[in-house]
Every structure is written in C-alpha cells, then in structure tokens.
C-alpha cells in the first residue's frame, strides 16, 4: 500500500502551500475532500450477467466493496455507494443519488458477457478533459492489478451511451471486469486474490486521478 510515502507529504504540504490543485479542485478556493462515487452494477431482483455459477451483482458488490475499504484505510475521502447489499436500484437512483450527494468522480463496476474474454472500459462519447484523465487512470491501474494475479485481454478504452455515464453531473467511468460466461475469465472471478486485486486497481486508479 502507498500510504503516507514522501512523495504524499510533499504532495499534502505543496498543497497545503498553494502550489498544486488536482485538476478535479482546479478553481475551488480550498482542497476539499474528494467524493468518490461507487456503483456496483445490478442488484437485487436484477442479477446482471450470470455464468459458470457466478452472478454479476455479486462480484461488482464484492469489487465495489473492497475498493471502498482500501480508499478508506489509506486516503482522505469521503466514499457513498448505490448499494452495500443485495438490493435492486433503477439507474435513475443512481445518477440521481450521485448527482445530489455533489459526487467528485462515479464509478461504475460491472462484469462482461457474450463470450469475449478480458477487461475494458467505458466513458461518455465525445468526452475530454477530466473525464478522458479519469477513464485512463482507472483503466491502466485496474489492468495493471488484474495481471498481478492472472493473464487478462486489454480490450481498451471505449465510450458508450450508458444512462450512468450520460446522466451523471461529474466525471464517470465503468468499467467491465471480464466475462462471466467464458470460463477462463470465470475462473479469475473466482479467485479471492483475483478480486482484491482488481479493487485494488479501482482505488488505485482513483487515487492518480485525484491526485492523492
Ligand atoms: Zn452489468
């Protein structure tokens, strides 16, 4: 873990000075503390994709949770979740729930179906800027962390017009952590380690974006 290294304090005493501002607090008079939205894709009466005994509202709960729990131990920010259990919430609650909390950054998890195999990600079309930096950060230390465990496809950086990333009032990503229903793929999902490390990745990639 990063923890309280050098370069963070020269980080945190820098901005404390003045002298740097995260892209995402450019233009606010103070550093406030970030607000990272997490959604773990489905839930309750939707189960997502389900394969090879797995089901996706499962998994995203488990990697959305895990992220959670790693930003939380390790860095000053303030983290709210569509979900923390097995329940249903329309996309509309989602974008709706993140946009009054006056979310930093959304980041949507989910897994992948339809027999592909490997990891990619998706933000808004056209988008540029803070989201654009927000989508590489995610995507490269999420893959990063995914292949400290197993060998995964980089299918690469997408955009797409989903509710989530269209209706959100902030920079959002989501991301699609392998296929369910291929079974090399399940087999990673299977694997505890497999699923901290991509977590890992999550809050990693979140943390270089903000600038923490
Ligand atoms: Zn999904």
Redesign the pocket.
């Known amino acids: 873990m990063i923890g309280n290294s050098p370069a963070r304090r020269r980080t945190l005493l820098a901005a404390a000075a003045g002298l740097v501002v995260a892209p995402w607090a450019a233009g606010t008079a103070h550093a406030a503390v970030p607000k990272v939205y997490l959604d773990p894709?489905?839930g309750g009466t939707d189960s997502?994709?389900v394969g090879n005994g797995l089901t996706?509202k499962a998994l995203t709960l488990a990697i959305a949770l895990q992220t959670r729990d790693i930003l939380k131990a390790s860095w000053n920010v303030d983290v709210r979740m569509s979900r923390t259990s097995d329940v249903t919430r329309s996309l509309t609650y989602r974008t709706d729930d993140a946009n009054a909390w006056g979310a930093t950054i959304f980041v949507s998890i989910?897994?992948n179906a339809g027999g592909g195999t490997g990891f990619e990600s998706y933000r808004y079309p056209g988008t540029t800027g803070n989201t654009a930096a927000l989508h590489s950060a995610v995507h490269s230390r999420v893959l990063s962390g995914m292949r400290s465990v197993g060998s995964v496809t980089d299918r690469g950086l997408k955009t797409a017009n989903f509710h989530v990333l269209r209706e959100t009032a902030m920079p959002a990503v989501l991301t699609e952590n392998l296929f369910i229903d291929t079974v090399a793929d399940a087999n990673l999902l299977k694997n505890a380690a497999f699923i901290t490390a991509t977590a890992r990745g999550h809050a990693n990639g979140i943390v270089s974006y903000l600038g923490l």
């Open positions: 894709g489905h997502g994709a996706e989910h897994i």
